[in-house]
Every structure is written in C-alpha cells, then in structure tokens.
C-alpha cells in the first residue's frame, strides 16, 4: 500500500505512458484507417476538440502541480538524513520538540563502540532543538504576521557540521565561543551570533523593509552581517550554511549556551551520532532501542533512529497530502472524463454516415473503435502535454510547508520538484481519461448497423 | 412557463449529454464544496471576534508550551490583583497526554492523544461541543458527570475507539510517550458527539496530576516533566478593551517569569499554528478552486457548443416563427442555467447530508484539526456555482446563436 502511494516509483509511469501511446498507434496502423480522417475530424471540430483539451490541461496541470508540491516534500525529507548518523531523543519522543536528553545519558552513549572518534573525542553533535514564535511587525505586502522559527543551540558549530556533513557558503563564519559579539547600541545587551540555512535566509531576507533592502549587499537573501530583530533581541548573521534541499534549509543556528536560556530551553533534546558506516548505525540503532532484548542498551531509555528512518517519518505529511490530492485528482479526471464523453459521443451522432460507409467498405468494429478510441487519446495527449508543461513551469518555486511526524511539527523551506516520475503521473492520468472518455461512445458507435447508420 | 417547458423539453431530448453534462458538474462541486469548506472554516477559526472572546496563554517563546501547573491558579483568574482587574467569565486548562495501549507497538491502532483537563470545561469552552442541540448536550452532560465521579473516566472519540478496537465500559492502560513512566488506567465512560473530536480523547486533569505526585512518592524525585505539565490556558471574556486589559494584567505580572507566557487571541493563536500551511492553503484557495471552477465553465462550454451546432436548424426554424434573437440565446442559456444549478445543487446538498451526517466530516488532518465540517452555506454554493459556471460557459455559445442566418441555414439544407 506504502509502496503504491511512493513517488519514487512514479517514473515508471512515463515509460508505460510512451509505451502506451506506442500501442496506440500500433493498433491505429494495424486498424487501417488513415490517421489524416482522424485528424481532419478533430480539426474540423476544432472548438470542441479545443475545448476539451482545455479541460485535461487544467486537470493536468493542477494535478502536476501539486504532485510537484508533494514531491518537494518528499525529496526533502529523503535528502535530509545521512545513513551513517543515529539521532538519540528521550524515549516515547518522535519529535525533537518534546525531547529532554540528560547530558549524563549523551555523554555515556557518545562513548559506545560504533561512534567514530575524532581523535580523543567522540564524533557527535549535542543539540538543543527548539521551534520560535516569531511575530513579524509590519509585514511587507503578501509576507506572513509570523513565523515558526526553528533555531538549534549547538555547543560547537563545527564539529556539528562536520557530523552533518554542511559547510559553509564563501564568505561566512561560524559564530564565535562566546556566541556574541557587542551591539552597535552599547545601551543593549550584546547581539546573538547566528548561521543561517539558506532557505531561511531568503525567507528572512524578504522580510525586510524597502529601506533595509536597498541597503544590503544580498537582495534576495540575508547575508553576513545582516541583523534580525526577535522581539528584544538582535541576531546577526555570522554566516549562511549549504544546507539547500535538506530541512536543514529552514534552521537557524546559534550557541546553545546563549540562544537556549533566552528562549527557556536549557535542557537537550538530540544528540546526532556519526558511526563507521550505515550497518553500524543501524547496528547503534537497534541497540539503543533495544529491538533485541539480548543485546540492548540498559543505562538510560531512549528512542534513536538512523537519520534516513527519521525524515521518512517526517514524509508522513506527505502521504496525507498525496493521498488527498491523488482524491481530487480522480474526481477532477472523472468531471474531465464526463467532457470527453460528451465530445466523442457528438462527434460519432456527427459522423454515423461516415461509420455506415466504413462499415459498408468492409472495417471491422475493432477498427472504428480503434479509429475513436484514437481520437478520444489524441485530444487527452494533447491537453495532458500541455497542462504537464504549465505544471513543469513550477518545478524549482521555493515554498514552505510542514513535514511532521505526529506530535511536533517541522516548518520547511522548500522547492517544488517536477521530475519524470511527477510528469509521467499526469500523463497516464491524462492517457486514462482519453481511454475511458472514449471507450463507451467508441462502443456505440460500433453497435450501429452500417444500413441505419447511412439512413441517419 | 411555456419558455420554461420549452428548455425542459430540450434537455429531455438528449438525455444522455444532459446527464453526462450534470454528472460532470456534480463531481466537480462536490470537490469544491470539499475544498471552501476547509477554508471557510479556517478563515473562520482565525478570524477575529467582535464579542465573547476567548484568549490563549501559552509559554511566550518556545512551541510546544510546556508551563508549570502552578500557573493555572493565577492564570485561571486573569492574574488580577487589584479590585478593578478583569477577571476571565470562564478558563479551561490544557495538558496534553500522548500514550499508547499497546507498550510494544506505537501505531494507528494503539495511539491515544488525549487533553487532560476539568472535565465540565467541556461543556462550557470547548469549541463546538459548548454550543450542541439538547439531545446531544444531555448525553455528554451525563459522561461529564460520570467522569467527574470516577477521576480514571475517559472519554474517546469514536473513530479512535474504532482504531483500538474498544468500547464503551473497557477498561484500558495508556503508557505515556511523551510523559516516560506515567501509565494511566482508565475506563471509558462515552465519547464525544460525532465530529470534531472523532480522534481524540479526555482525561480528568486531576487523575494525571495525582500520578505525577504518585511518580514523585514513589521514586523519590519529580517527573522529568514535573513542572512543563501546562500547555495552555483558555480564558474567556466579554470584548476586546477586557481582552486587552487581561493582556497587560498578565504581561506585568511578576508571577510569570520562567517560563515568560503571552496571551493571544484565539483566532491569532490559531493563526500562529497555521503559518505553516500558508502556501499550501494559498494553492487550495488560488490555484486548485479556480481550476476546478474553469474545468466546470469548459465542460458546460463544450456541451452547449454541441449543443448550439448540433440545433443550427432547429434555431433557424425558431427565428422563422417569430423568436428573437434574445430569446433563442435566453433558450440556450436556460438550458445551461438550469442543468447547471440543478446538478450543482443535487451535489452541495447530498455532500452536506453525506459528509455531515455519515463520515462526521472531511477527513483532513492539518495542525490540531482532524476532520473539517461541511458549511452549512454548502447548501446554497452548489445552485450557486453551478448557475455561475454555466453562466459563464454558456455565454459565448448562446451568443453565437443569436448571429445564425436563417438564409444560409436553408440553403445548406436545400
């Protein structure tokens, strides 16, 4: 079921899409019947032929939009895990928002055998992942009045990084020991460093006033050196990381020691654990959760997932949506269905003399319904190319969204991905609406006698 | 009305495009109606209210607010401390508990989200179920009494109850997740009227709050959790200037500090969880909608254009018997009119009854909200959308009628 509703597998709907238009016209060449009558029918209705298509370009358009949507979301969240790193969250925690880790149980765990070392150190990341209620004072036209911020306190950024596997683009710096550097207004407390993801920082970036924008160096992104306003406090930016299609993309980085108890976060919630290889980390993972009661972790309970398993989780927002809009789509291609019927259905009360006269002239019934069925697909193929290449001009728009797992949510920053699998959805949908807007009034037309149909 | 059985007349004629015509109006309506009802209903929910306000206190910063109980007192009572204060009409207190019944799998069929809260409170500030027809009223009345008797009563809405395979009167351990070591055992005492609330639960606040204490006797420390039990508040008030006053009540107490807590409006805090799903709610509202609605406008277009070409003589045979021009595209346009206000009628109405009575809602979780109403508008959309949509696919037809020339119709013919 999981594996019907995966995206992933979707490509292979444009190689059956091809090869069912191979097959259709295979079966037209086999029929006999010039393609030019049926091109010159459907050019002689051109309105309604027209206009049918109009209706599989917006049914197919929309749906390849949003299918690019979903997708996005789901490209997102695949990309986001390295399959060697193990996340440790407090136990019954599927969200870094509700976990409290013991730094006790983080340090003990940090020292089993299938953590990669560097040097003396054990190579992981201890973090405190905390979600911001931002609101935003006069919003520039079309902006959000708030946002969901994700910001995660690090003790250090590189070593962070490092198991991460981000680093920083030309230009940045990671923020400082202390975290802090002194404000402009020496009457304020002193301004939080912090490392931007680079959607986030376009998001941020937009936010600013006409005045601020003409004067930065970056227009379309906060840069180094920009500053941010929350609430009482002032954030700049030290640098911006290379985290694009990851949700990584929408956090923002800072010192735990400072950013934690400004927001009333002093605890940590995960620690990312970098092991030798991805056996390892699931060998790690298993472990930790005790998955075999005979060789399981005892000193502390917790939940830990290799990061692959964690963002799939995060996909289950995806499945709902897809599922949702995989219910409008049929509904729309059913409305879009009952359009080609009433075509074909005129077309053939149009065309009974010329049905007599085939007939008469010896073609088989298989061979008119072949010659309507044909028609029918032609008018689908063309509306559904056309509605795929509105719904391709979408492929790469930056959105946000949300990817959760059940409890706790994550806000994302990401981009809409119109890829073969996406297309070759809304062209089987649309080959399938031509094929079942034809096939009942292709059958009709194959019931009428050759002598009524001549006598009209 | 001879005008009238006249269309009529026309539409029975070719009963299959009419029928194929308003099938392809109904399937379409019915998503839209699907689609305004989602969106009506959180436009609403984030919309601001004149009267009867309800205000939200949560930790000011982080999300999820995690508060300690001991705010709950204090908040309950607006904070006041001097006579002239506001004090809130009502306020409901919020913790939520996470668990599942079965320990060894977390799954669909054993979790279990539930508020944990004073059981009466549902009857006087929960949304939707504060303002049930009597019948229902009196039947939750009654659960409410129950689990104000017996504090392990629990109510579970009864898409949840079907997922776990209980009934009314079992008796079940929830293991907390998100709460480690808090395992609550309860019975089920009813469930919430079909709706809102199909998948989600409610303890007494007092029965979770003695099994933290019981956690701390008997392990000697507090739960890890101990002082983050309190994720919102709810007060109520009269209008926005007592709303406001509540506002700067709270925000100078000094009672408040750690944790720092702010309070909003119920619409605004809605709004907060929802700025998530803006673009998603964009594309559903300016994207999806208008493309189904012009999907709608084209497949009437189209059938009528058959329609008009298919009547060409018919038409000219009309204007020979002294129909004018207006009226002949008053017939067509009729024609589209009533097909198209007809079957969209038919299908906003039969949503509302399907989707209302039969499936509690449309199924659609996003935020905190499962299942979405149909609005009761929906009863009067569908005629609307449908006259509308056929108004606009039929005019461009209906007015090339008005431009058919009796002369070259007939010799055609001749």
């Known amino acids: ?19 069912a238009i191979l097959l259709t016209l295979l079966l037209v060449w086999a029929a006999k019947i010039p393609l030019i009558y049926n091109l010159r029918n459907l050019q002689l209705r051109y309105r309604t032929t027209l206009l049918t298509a109009v209706a599989f370009t917006m049914v197919i358009g929309v749906l390849t939009f949003m299918m690019g949507f979903i997708n996005g ?16 969250l407090s136990q019954g925690s599927t969200d870094e928002g509700i976990s409290t880790l013991a730094y006790e149980d983080m340090s003990d765990i940090a020292q089993l055998p299938q953590v990669t070392r560097q040097g003396d150190e054990p190579l992981c990341s201890r973090e405190a992942y905390m979600v911001i209620n931002q609101p935003i004072d006069d919003p520039q036209p079309g902006r959000p009045k708030r946002r969901l911020l994700q910001v995660r306190g690090l003790d250090d950024p590189v070593v962070s990084a490092n198991v991460h596997g981000f680093e920083l683009l030309p230009g940045s710096n990671w923020f400082s020991e202390a975290g802090v550097r002194a404000n402009i207004d020496t009457d304020k407390p002193p301004m939080v460093e912090v490392v ?18 003409s004067s930065s160096k970056d227009k379309a992104s906060l840069s180094p050196g920009d500053i941010i306003q929350l609430e009482s406090r002032t954030l700049v930016v030290a640098g911006i990381l290379k985290t694009e299609g990851t949700t990584f993309d929408s956090e923002v980085w800072a010192k735990r020691s400072v950013i934690g108890p400004i927001f009333g976060k002093n605890n940590y919630t995960t620690l990312v654990l970098k092991t030798q290889s991805k056996e390892s980390a699931m060998e790690l993972e298993s472990f930790l959760t005790g998955k075999d009661p005979d060789n399981k972790y005892e000193k502390a309970r917790v939940n830990a997932f290799t990061e692959p398993n964690f963002f799939k989780s995060l996909g289950q927002t995806n499945l709902q949506l897809l599922i949702g809009t995989i219910f409008v789509a049929i509904i729309m291609a059913f409305g879009g269905v009952m359009g080609v019927m009433n075509t074909m259905f005129a077309a053939i009360s149009q065309r009974m003399k010329d049905i007599g006269v085939l007939r008469l002239l010896g073609y088989g019934g298989w061979q008119i319904l072949i010659s309507f069925l044909f028609e029918s697909m032609l008018i689908a193929l063309f509306g559904g190319l056309l509605g795929c290449a509105i719904g391709f001009l979408s492929n790469g728009i930056s959105m946000t969204s949300v990817v959760s797992s059940g409890p706790g949510a994550k806000a994302v920053v990401f981009r809409i991905v119109v890829d073969a699998g996406v297309l070759g959805i809304g062209l089987a949908l649309s080959l399938m609406m031509g094929f079942f807007g034809g096939l009942l009034p292709a059958q009709s037309a194959i019931r009428l006698k050759p002598l009524d149909s001549l006598r009209g | 009305m001879r005008f009238l059985n006249l269309i009529f007349r026309n539409l029975r004629r070719n009963v299959l495009r009419s029928l194929l015509t308003s099938t392809g109006v109904m399937v379409l309506v019915f998503v839209i109606t699907l689609i305004w009802s989602i969106l009506g209903f959180l436009d609403r929910a984030t919309s601001e209210k004149s009267s009867n306000f309800k205000g939200i206190v949560t930790e000011k910063w982080s999300i999820p607010s995690q508060m300690p ?55 006087t500030m929960m949304d939707e179920l504060d303002s049930l027809p009597p019948g229902p009223k009196a039947e939750l009345e009654k659960v409410v009494e129950t689990m104000e008797k017996n504090k392990q009563g629990v109510i579970i809405g009864q898409k949840r109850l079907d997922a776990l395979n209980k009934r009314v009167g079992d008796k079940i351990t929830i293991f907390g997740q998100n709460y480690r070591d808090i395992d609550l055992e309860v019975e089920i005492v009813g469930t919430f009227p079909i709706g809102r609330y199909d998948n989600n639960s409610c303890i007494n606040r007092e029965y979770l709050n003695a099994s933290l204490d019981a956690f701390k006797a008997r392990t000697g420390k507090p739960h890890r959790l101990a002082e983050k039990t309190l994720n919102l508040v709810w007060v109520r008030v009269p209008d926005r200037e007592a709303f406001d006053q509540l506002g700067t009540q709270i925000n100078s107490s000094p009672f408040f500090a750690a944790p720092a807590v702010k309070i909003e409006t119920a619409s605004s805090g809605v709004a907060n969880f929802l700025a998530g799903y803006k673009d998603l709610l964009t594309i559903f509202r300016w994207v999806l909608a208008p493309s189904i609605l012009i999907t709608l406008a084209v497949v009437i277009s189209n059938a ?23 009226q002949i595209l008053g017939l067509v346009m009729g024609e589209a009119l009533l097909l198209g206000g007809i079957a969209g009628a038919i299908s906003s109405i039969a949503t509302y009854y399907f989707v209302n009575k039969v499936l509690g809602g449309i ?34 037809p209906a007015l090339s009628t008005r431009s058919i020339k009796i002369v070259d119709v007939f010799s055609k013919v001749a």
Do not use: H
């Not at chain 2, 009409?89 to 054993?110: A, H, L, P, R």
């Not at chain 2, 009528?304 to 207006?326: D, Q, T, Y």
């Open chain 2, 69 to 123: 109980f001991a705010y709950a007192r204090t908040l309950e009572n607006g904070a006041s401390r001097e006579d002239g204060d506001v004090r809130p009409e009502d306020s409901m207190t919020w913790q939520f508990f996470i668990g599942t019944i079965d320990k060894n799998v977390v799954g669909f069929n054993s979790f279990v989200f539930a508020f944990c809260m004073e059981p009466r409170k549902l009857l």
């Open chain 1, 196 to 213: 931007l993801g680079e959607g986030i920082a376009r998001e941020l970036g937009a936010d600013r006033s006409p005045i601020e924008m």
């Open chain 2, 363 to 396: 199924p659609f979780p996003i935020a905190f909200f499962s299942s979405f109403p149909v609005e009761d508008g929906a009863l009067w959309w569908g005629a609307a959308i449908g006259l509308v949509t056929a108004f606009v696919g039929s005019i461009i």
């Open chain 1, 1 to 19: 079921m999981m594996q019907f509703f995966d995206l992933a597998n979707a490509w292979m709907l444009l190689p059956a899409s091809l090869a």
């Open chain 1, 73 to 88: 979301l789901r490209v997102l969240t695949q990309s986001s895990g390295i399959p060697e790193n193990v996340i440790v």
């Open chain 2, 304 to 326: 009528i254009s058959i329609s008009v070409r298919e009547r060409r003589k018919e038409m000219a045979v009309l204007k020979v018997l002294g129909f004018r021009p207006n």
